[in-house]
């Protein structure tokens, strides 16, 4: 790799946080050097499939694959550590780019390109950034509250993104060559998403038995693009998928099913990922069967609803109707309920003529009710439960009247039989089920002795 | 005309009525059977249900007639082409229940004494 950047600036300063060299040491590592020879030199060959007959541990290629995940991922940190390194020091001149342009790589072409630029329609993005972010960077430029950066940080901020470019170039490399290696690797794997996803996926997980060990939601969100910029609609965000996304399976859907296959996928290849990682299946027959399936589902998914059959009736009054019960029903049927006063007009004595309304025998009977020797004098109405909800509603209604009762109620009762007559609140606990009178309809009443004559 | 257990019966005679009668029979399968007689190729019953009309639906449950109040002064049989389904549908349902009471006459659901005004 390129070596012949850094000799300048290790010399000049050392044991500074000024100096790249100090956070970042990847680059200059003996590991990283042979590692890129050997990936240099593998994809020149081209492709090595004679070695089938080894176990695949002793293969040296398999260890230079596995190196070549850890290396990525290495590369990976790096990068976010050179991208710390150029926004602190970038910060003077333009605070505001970090915040619009947030992948590292970006951000430092982006850098490389601006140098020291205070205007910036001087300075041409096209190709760096989507135009929409291009815009704002122009916008947010011109009012921004930079000032110009010293000549040394400046050559310093460009070797930070010259090493941070160099850097991803490395990884791409890996990635190249891991990729052409897949289908020897993870055959399962790349049967279903394709060699390149399946790459990506164990670059990003950091080997295959790390990409193993996931968990499918995991797995589905591997590489996902975090949030859109601040002002940009999110209606058009495709959400929470990650590399499963440029798999072949995946672009084949219909939109409204692709959430669902995302999820599919995901499971399938983590399952696949997990044959692969204990070379359960070295042909690669799993993961066909594997596709097979997702293909099969994803058409079930799209046929149309069977037809509606139409129903013929259900024979009338078979099913008979559910009847419910509960304290809310009894509530309500008490309302209707049969209350005493028309229990005692209902019944009559033996031998004793009942009044009427009209008199005479004409009208409706009374019955029992107000007779002479029950307990009560006016059988009130008062018991029921009904009377207190409608005396609570006329209470609300009748604005301030006093209390329940009237003044006009006396104790004193005037009968035609007895004369003057008055209460006796003990009879009435007895009024319905009194001894001298019929027990026969009684509720209360219980088996007598009947003696014999 | 078949005897029948369990399930009433008609006679019917009219495309019209036809009609409606096919479009209904799966719905009414559960509790009610249909019997197309036509009266030229089958002349005994002639007289004895007065079979005059171009169609006339009769009711039977168990081999007993079961008449219906339409309102039309004829309680023994429908003798005009029911157009409606559900009319049709409804008038069923009423003398299959009635009929499984013990009833001989049921009230149908709609009056028909009107049924010449449009």
Redesign the interface.
């Known amino acids: 790799m390129e070596e012949d950047i850094d000799g300048d600036i290790e010399d000049i300063e050392a044991l500074n946080y000024d100096d790249l060299d100090n956070v970042s040491k990847l680059q200059k590592s003996q590991r990283f050097t042979d590692i890129m020879q050997k990936v240099e030199a593998a994809l020149q060959n081209g492709s090595d499939i004679s070695n089938h007959g080894m176990v695949l541990e002793d293969d040296p290629e398999y260890q230079l694959i596995v190196d070549c995940n850890v290396l990525s991922v290495d590369i990976e940190n790096e990068i976010v550590i050179i991208h710390n390194f150029i926004r602190d020091k970038y910060r003077l001149k333009f605070p505001e780019l970090e915040s619009l342009v947030h992948h590292p790589i970006d951000y430092a072409r982006v850098v490389k390109k601006i140098g020291n630029e205070m205007d910036l329609t001087l300075v041409d993005l096209e190709g760096l950034l989507p135009s929409a972010i291009i815009m704002v960077v122009s916008v947010t430029a011109s009012t921004t509250s930079g000032k110009p950066l010293p000549e040394d940080v400046l050559q310093k901020t460009i070797d930070a993104c010259d090493r941070a470019l160099a850097l991803d170039a490395a990884k791409k490399k890996v990635l190249d060559f891991v990729e052409s290696r897949m289908s020897y690797i993870a055959p399962n794997l790349s049967a279903i998403v394709g060699s390149a996803v399946a790459a990506k996926l164990m670059g990003t997980a950091g080997g295959l038995s790390a990409l193993a060990k996931m968990p499918a939601c995991n797995v589905q969100l591997l590489g996902a693009k975090k949030k859109n910029l601040a002002g940009f609609s999110t209606a058009t965000s495709q959400f929470r998928v990650g590399y499963l996304e440029q798999t072949e399976i995946f672009q084949s859907t219909p939109p409204p099913l692709r959430m669902r296959a995302c999820r599919l996928l995901a499971a399938k290849s983590t399952l696949a990922a997990r044959v692969d990682s204990t070379r359960g299946d070295p042909s690669g027959t799993a993961g066909r069967s594997f596709r097979e399936e997702i293909h099969k589902k994803i058409e079930k998914w799209q046929e149309p609803p069977p037809a509606k059959q139409?129903k013929?009736?259900?024979?009338?009054?078979s099913e008979p109707k559910k009847k419910r019960g509960g304290r809310r029903l009894r509530k309500m049927k008490e309302r209707y309920a049969v209350t005493d006063m028309r229990k005692l007009a209902n019944r009559m004595l033996f031998g004793v003529p009942e009044e009427s309304s009209l008199g005479d025998g004409l009208g409706e009977g009374y019955g029992m009710l107000g007779q002479a020797g029950s307990g009560k004098l006016r059988v009130s109405v008062g018991q029921s439960k009904l009377a207190a909800k409608v005396a609570k509603r006329f209470k609300e209604k009748s604005y301030g009247s006093s209390g329940a009762t009237s003044g006009l109620t006396s104790s004193l009762a005037f009968t035609p039989v007895q004369g003057i007559e008055l209460s006796n609140p003990q009879a009435h606990a007895h009024q319905l089920g009194g001894g001298t009178q019929s027990t026969y309809f009684s509720e209360t009443g219980t088996f007598s002795k009947i003696k014999k004559t | 005309m078949n005897a029948t257990y369990d399930t009433p019966r008609r006679l019917i005679l009219n495309l019209e009525m036809d009609e409606v009668l096919s479009s209904v029979a799966e719905t009414i399968k559960n509790f009610a059977v249909i019997y197309l007689v036509d009266i030229s190729e089958v002349p005994d019953f002639n007289t004895m249900y007065e079979l005059y009309d171009p169609s006339t639906v009769m009711f039977f449950f168990r081999n007993k007639h079961i008449m219906i109040d339409l309102g039309t002064g004829n309680n023994n049989k429908i003798n005009w082409a029911l157009k409606d389904k559900q009319e049709f549908i409804d008038i069923v349902e009423t003398v299959y229940r009635g009929a499984r009471k013990g009833r001989g006459l049921v009230i149908a659901p709609k009056d028909y004494s009107t049924k010449y005004r449009y």
Do not use: E, Q
């Not at chain 1, 013929?312 to 009054?317: A, E, M, S, T």
């Open positions: 139409p013929p009736l259900p024979v009338p009054d």
